[in-house]
């Protein structure tokens, strides 16, 4: 999402230029969220919940995650109605 804001402000400089400071902190915020997200799914700590510690979730609980139950949890709960 990043270079496509970067893309679109080059392919019109009016509205960069009318609008500079916005888009200047959307853009920094979009590449600082993205690289949040890469340190947060890469992350080594024993104690997070990262992309490491996920599969090993769903490796350990695989009844948990099956589509059956899925489609049984999704049917039964709040969620479904609203």
Do not use: G
């Amino acid at each position: 999402m990043a270079s496509d804001i970067a893309k679109a402000l080059c392919d019109h400089p009016l509205v960069a230029a009318q609008s500079n400071t916005f888009w200047y902190l959307t853009h920094k915020a979009h590449v600082a969220a993205a690289l949040q997200c890469l340190a947060r799914a890469y992350d080594q700590e024993q104690s997070s919940l990262h992309l490491l510690s996920w599969l090993q979730i769903i490796r350990d609980n695989q009844p948990i995650f099956d589509v059956a139950e899925f489609r049984f949890v999704s049917r039964t709960t709040h969620l479904s109605k609203a």
